[in-house]
């Protein structure tokens, strides 16, 4: 379920990501206009025919600042309710510490414990020397690489306003100590009923990683709003083991309106 999802609670000192500040540094300037502090989207998860469970993304209203960098702090929950809890108990947290001009992580975290299997990730991004240290290991990394939650926010800043059906967008992002192309992969424009109302959307197939989760590379459909915000506004694919379904089911502090059909 949280595959989809991302966080966890920092409390480290900068001194702890080993980046030597010394080494004056000019990083790009990301256009942000998706997303801004105090965002909070709420989804309803489906496994199947059944109620499974709640996810959480927000973007909390508090500053850090990190190795002299302004961060956003972005954070995902994902959590089984009802009668899934009982049978399969899932209480994930991802979060990442973006740069709020450059648009790249400094910082992330995942604990993942999902029916007694549990993950635990802290990563710390050196974008001077091009170094991830994920739990104690240096991996090299190519300019401006995402983790796995803050490529979500990322994505959400791309222009798609000229897209055409079948174009294809990368985001590259690290993922399990590996290095990972994300790419998602443009369908066209549908109208998705929700929670909210009837939504104008951009619909997407997230190319994704075969046979971890998911059966094959094309397995999952996005939809996100056709606006500003880029809200995601359904996410559905075909598992190892089923289905599972996300949607929409209320958002708060957005950047702008969201585009309802009429």
């Not at 001194?15 to 010394?22: P, R, Y």
Request: glycine letters at 8%; aromatic letters at 12%; charged letters at 25%.
């Amino acid at each position: 379920m949280t595959r989809l999802l991302v966080v966890l609670c920092l409390c480290c000192s900068i001194s702890l990501c080993g980046i030597s500040q010394d080494i004056p540094v000019t990083y790009r300037i990301k256009t942000n206009n998706a997303f801004k502090k105090g965002e909070k989207l709420t989804y309803r998860i489906h496994y199947g025919a059944v109620n499974a469970g709640i996810a959480v993304m927000s973007v909390d209203n508090t500053s850090k600042e990190i190795n002299g960098r302004q961060t956003l702090h972005v954070i995902g929950t994902g959590t089984s309710a009802g009668a899934f809890d009982w049978v399969f108990k899932v209480r994930d947290r991802y979060e990442s510490y973006i740069d709020e001009e450059a648009l790249m992580p400094w910082l992330f975290l995942r604990r993942v414990d999902e029916g007694g299997y549990k993950i635990i990730q802290n990563q710390y991004y050196d974008h001077v020397n091009g170094k991830v240290n994920s739990n104690g290991k240096s991996i090299d990394v190519p300019n401006y690489i995402q983790d796995m939650y803050s490529a979500f926010y990322y994505a959400r800043t791309i222009d798609f306003s000229a897209a055409k059906k079948g174009d294809t967008y990368a985001v590259p992002t690290f993922v399990d100590d590996e290095i990972w192309n994300l790419k998602i992969k443009y369908l066209g424009k549908e109208i998705v009923n929700s929670d909210l109302g009837k939504i104008n959307c951009l619909k997407f197939c997230p190319v994704i990683q075969k046979g971890r989760v998911f059966k094959r590379e094309e397995d999952l459909t996005l939809w996100i709003s056709d606006d500003m915000n880029h809200v995601p506004i359904r996410l559905q694919g075909e598992i190892l083991f089923g289905s599972i379904k996300m949607d929409i089911s209320a958002v708060a502090g957005l950047v702008g309106s969201l585009n309802f059909a009429k």
